[in-house]
């Protein structure tokens, strides 16, 4: 496993986490194991930190949690996008999108 | 921000089961991690080990989800807030002195403020208050002057009946009325309102109904309406008093109905007890009522715009109607230049949404420079807290290393330091509070006079708490935030080393405090120049030689239009009451006349003269006083040459004056006025007759005393042109003057009992017309003297400190045998420096900023050299005072006690 990974930029772990969940409610277990498939395992994420980052959007009140049952049968925490998350969702995807744009711009032309 | 506040505080209150919860979605997420490595094959402990360095450390994880939730910021508030708390009671004095003084601070702007407030920015307690307009007359002549508000009953009728863009129009006139029926005066006070008054400001009845404009007619009858405090005050609330009269100047209204409670009238600093239909004026004139006068100005006159019509286009269409409006209301008797002049005003609107007030012409300029006072003071008292808070710091230096090595973040240590101050200040503001309240009534009290009660609304608002809230804050954060800054910025090793590095270095932590006590000095030194300006003003106003001598002098009032004696034997009448109040034992002479020195009145018309180069213009208005014979003598206002009137001195005879010497002097400079004639401007239609004068009296202040003399002629009130059925008798009296008011009384009393009589003394006179210099000199020297005693208490504290801190370096210079004398010295010149940098500071700021009271000074500049010098050697004194004591507490140490300090 020669390849290397990436840290994530500040910031980005939000964005992440939402877009995990615009698909359905997940407990953070699933969010993690579904973050490092998707990013083929590129994006360093430290597990811990996905747990401070959940709590302070479930602040936010872009989030929001239930107890619920798991797939082997046991309680989790399960987390939902509310409807102020998902509008942030789409705030903040644009905003990633015209800042990758822009620095991409730079990084070829410059 | 809410649901954020509620999450925080859920997560505070629930903190327990949160903790759980966070626990066991840690713990699910960990064992579901050991599951996946364990189907890779893993050992149990290879899982166990891998999932752990996977995702990071628990507890540490625990407090960052802590941060997240909120939960610490709330936590540790209160834990800030409780040990602030035990800080501050650990110091009680300390502590006390501080909120004290905040209070004071703090009250005394907040007094000041609310009084701000409601002269000046509270909107009237009525419906849209922001549509309401005055309307008001602007002269072409003088377009710079303001816009003139009074209007005579022709015109405000001529405007009300020609215009479409004000869907409510209405007029008010303030007026005194007499509730007694002869004997005392019962005053209370009245307002003409015109038909839609209630209506258009949207007040309803409290009891019965209000007036309307089927009341407002010409010969309408006698009703009344009651303002709800009136109701309460005279009537005790009494549904009965609604059908029942009420008598005004001897006429009785009925009363039908009180006005709605928390409205006073639309002139902030009144309030109205009785309002009445603008036709009832007829009831008290007669036949030549002002009704129809067109040189009889006393109406207000405002209205509520109509929707849609702004306020470019109401100024517009009030232009346009103007020149119709005034062409139906012009004076007849009016000379043509006049005339012309009357036809070329325009109405123009100005908006009332905030009153409108005397006061605010006659106060504006005093409360601010009040404000800036009380903002003094309590920068003053924040200066003191923070060389409090400074030094306290300084001796918590080592608990507060402690806490750093301890792994406490500065940021941390800070915000505790600053909520200390918070709560100081916030301790501060609620004392404040009460002061601001007993001290604004206090206020309103104090510039209330006899003759004019002033009324304020002084409940308070949201702009008045939101005012005290702010200042507060902003409070505790100044004084608190230097100390903490710099008490946190410790050197670990330093501290940790022992107590002679932290005195080594405290030795030059004192330079802040330094700082502080020097702008203290600075600011209580501008304070004590202002104090003492005004104090001056005062003292140069109450001893000016005003040309009468105010003491021991009754004014007394009479009316006979009121007590309804027929004109033709008012004379007559006068006279008999002036004999008999003359004989009256404990009178030393008794003289009536139609004006008294400085009382708010004035009679003033243009003298012609024969002589070459005639004063022209404003030099030729002279001011005008008739009197019997012994008025002069009673008010002692001397005789410098001729005679004075007599007897001889009747309707009939040659007209004749006693004129002053400024009136000789400007009209007749060649020194030769005795003898001479002069006549007075007349009415349209009317002869002047030729005055000659008899004799000439010394110059006496006519409206106030701080005008320059005017020009004066005093005439025998026989002579008087036009009956005057109000007159005023003066009685020079052998003892206290209110004594003798139950004699007057009943001496009144054997002529007529109908007569209603008002009572004053010359000198209350006099000292009303100084409401505005003697409040501005006893607040500016209470506050003052207040900033004085705040720096002393600094300067002490801060010294106390020093000393205290160098103890062992004063033990150790005496051991080696410097004598106590340098000891002093060493500390003295800590104070001189402090003093000196302070005064020089402080006399360049007071320079600067004194030119703004100009206008509120009399007799002597800004720049008074003798008030300044005055200001300085007093602060000097005191604070050479506050800094010997603990320099002589230095001197007495004892070298072998300090030594074994430590």
């Not at chain 1, 083929?40 to 929001?64: F, T």
């Not at chain 2, 209506?199 to 010969?219: F, N, V």
């Not at chain 2, 404003?618 to 040459?641: C, G, H, K, Q, W």
């Not at chain 2, 106390?800 to 004598?819: D, H, K, N, T, W």
Request: hydrophobic residues 45%; charged residues 20%; glycine residues 8%.
């Amino acid at each position: 496993m020669a390849q290397r990974r990436i840290e994530l930029p500040q910031g980005t772990l939000d964005l992440l986490i939402l877009r995990t969940l615009a698909l359905e409610p997940q407990h953070g277990w699933a969010i993690s194991e579904r973050m490092q498939q998707i990013s083929s395992d590129v994006l360093l994420v430290q597990q811990g930190s996905l747990y401070p980052a959940l709590h302070r959007l479930e602040r936010r009140g872009w989030i929001k949690a239930k107890w619920g049952t798991s797939e082997n049968n046991r309680r989790a925490k399960y987390y939902q996008l509310t409807k102020t998350g998902r509008k942030q969702l789409e705030l903040e995807k644009d905003s990633w999108h015209k800042l990758t744009a822009a620095i991409a711009q730079i990084l070829e032309t410059a | 921000m809410f649901s954020d506040l509620f999450y925080r505080l859920r997560a505070f209150l629930r903190r327990e089961a949160m903790e759980s919860e966070a626990d066991a979605e840690l713990r699910f997420h960990f064992e579901r991690q050991v599951e996946k490595h364990l189907k890779t094959g893993m050992t149990r402990e290879e899982a166990v080990r891998r999932a752990r360095i996977e995702f990071g450390g628990h507890e540490q994880l625990k407090e960052e989800i802590r941060d997240a939730r909120g939960v610490n910021l709330v936590e540790t508030l209160f834990q800030d807030i409780r040990y602030g708390l035990r800080i501050l009671a650990r110091t009680p004095v300390i502590s006390c002195v501080a909120v004290l003084s905040l209070a004071l601070g703090i009250g005394a702007n907040t007094a000041i403020f609310s009084l701000i407030d409601t002269v000046m920015l509270r909107m009237l307690p009525v419906q849209k208050p922001e549509e309401l307009t005055q309307v008001r007359m602007r002269d072409p002549r003088s377009p710079n002057e303001e816009p003139e508000g009074t209007f005579t009953n022709p015109l405000w009728e001529a405007l009300r009946d020609r215009q479409d863009f004000y869907s409510g129009i209405f007029a008010w006139s303030w007026a005194q009325f007499d509730l007694s029926q002869g004997g005392a005066v019962h005053d209370a006070k009245g307002m003409f309102t015109s038909g839609d008054y209630f209506s258009t400001l949207g007040i309803r009845p409290a009891a019965g109904r209000l007036l309307t404009a089927d009341d407002d007619k010409r010969g309408c009858p006698a009703v009344a309406v009651l303002s709800y405090g009136f109701w309460q005050e005279h009537f005790g609330g009494a549904p009965s008093a609604v059908g029942g009269t009420l008598s005004l100047d001897n006429h009785t209204f009925g009363v039908i109905g009180v006005s709605a409670p928390g409205f006073f009238g639309l002139d902030v600093g009144n309030k109205f007890d009785v309002a009445i239909p603008v036709c009832a004026a007829q009831i008290f004139d007669g036949p030549r009522t002002r009704l129809d006068r067109r040189s009889w100005w006393w109406l207000n006159v405002a209205g509520r715009t109509k929707p849609g019509v702004g306020a470019e286009e109401l100024k517009t269409r009030l232009g346009v109607v103007s020149p119709q409006i005034f062409a139906a209301a012009l004076p007849a008797d009016w000379e043509a230049k006049d005339q012309q002049g009357f036809l070329r005003r325009t109405f123009e609107p100005s908006p009332v949404a905030t009153g409108t007030s005397y006061l605010r012409k006659q106060f504006r300029q005093p409360l601010h420079v009040l404000m800036g006072v009380v903002g003094l003071v309590l920068l003053i008292a924040c200066a003191n807290i923070a060389s409090l808070m400074l030094a306290r710091a300084s001796a918590r230096h080592r608990e507060i290393a402690v806490r750093k090595a301890l792994g406490a973040s500065r940021a941390r240590l800070i915000r505790q330091l600053l909520t200390e101050c918070v709560l100081l200040s916030t301790a501060g503001a609620l004392l404040g509070f009460f002061f601001a309240r007993w001290g604004s009534s206090l206020l309103v009290r104090y510039i209330s006079t006899g003759d004019n009660k002033v009324f304020l609304d002084l409940s308070f608002d949201w702009r008045v708490l939101s005012f005290t809230a702010g200042i507060a804050v902003f409070t505790g954060l100044l004084f608190g935030v230097l100390p903490a800054f710099r008490s946190t910025r410790v050197s670990l090793t330093s501290a940790m080393k022992g107590s002679q590095a932290v005195d080594a270095e405290s030795r030059t932590k004192f330079r802040p405090g330094k700082w502080i006590v020097a702008s203290q000095v600075a600011l209580s030194l501008v304070l004590l120049v202002a104090s003492g300006l005004f104090l001056r003003s005062l003292v140069k106003l109450v001893t000016l030689d005003v040309g009468f001598d105010r003491n021991n002098v009754l004014i007394v009032r009479a009316n006979l239009h009121n007590a309804k004696v027929p004109p033709e034997q008012q004379p007559a009448m006068f006279d008999e009451i002036e004999s008999r109040l003359h004989a009256l034992p404990g009178v030393v002479s008794a003289s009536r006349s139609v004006m008294t020195p400085v009382s708010n009145y004035i009679w003033n018309n243009f003298l012609d003269v024969d002589t070459p180069n005639a004063p022209t213009g404003d030099a030729a208005l002279a001011f005008f006083n008739f009197i019997s014979p012994r008025y002069l003598e009673t008010v002692r206002t001397p005789l410098l040459a001729g005679r004075n009137f007599n007897d001889g001195d009747s309707k009939t005879a040659q007209r004749v004056a006693v004129v002053n010497e400024t009136l000789a002097r400007r009209f007749f400079p060649n020194g030769d006025a005795l003898g001479k004639y002069f006549r007075v401007h007349p009415d349209p239609g009317k002869p002047a007759l030729p005055i000659q004068i008899v004799g000439l009296a010394k110059d006496a202040k006519y409206a106030s005393l701080r005008e320059e003399a005017h020009a004066t002629a005093y005439f025998p009130i026989a002579q008087m042109p036009e009956d005057a059925e109000e007159q005023v008798f003066e009685l020079r009296t052998s003892a206290r003057p209110s004594a003798l008011i139950s004699s007057v009384q009943e001496a009144v009393a054997g002529v007529s009992k109908a007569v209603p009589l008002e009572f004053h003394t010359l000198a209350e006179q006099v000292d009303d017309s100084l409401v505005q210099e003697r409040l501005l000199a006893t607040l500016s020297t209470f506050f003052g003297g207040l900033a004085l005693v705040l720096a002393m208490i600094g300067l002490y504290g801060a010294l106390s400190y020093l000393v205290s801190q160098r103890q062992p370096e004063f033990g150790i210079r005496m051991a080696l045998g410097a004598p106590r004398g340098s000891i002093l010295r060493l500390v003295m010149r800590d104070v001189a420096v402090v003093l000196a940098g302070g005064l020089a500071a402080g006399t360049c700021l007071a320079m600067a900023t004194v030119g703004v009271l100009q206008k509120m000074l009399f007799g002597l500049a800004p720049h008074d050299t003798f008030t300044f010098v005055a200001a300085t050697s007093v602060l000097a004194a005191v604070a050479i005072l506050a800094g010997y004591l603990p320099a002589r507490r230095a001197m007495r140490i004892d070298p072998m006690a300090a030594l074994r300090y430590e």
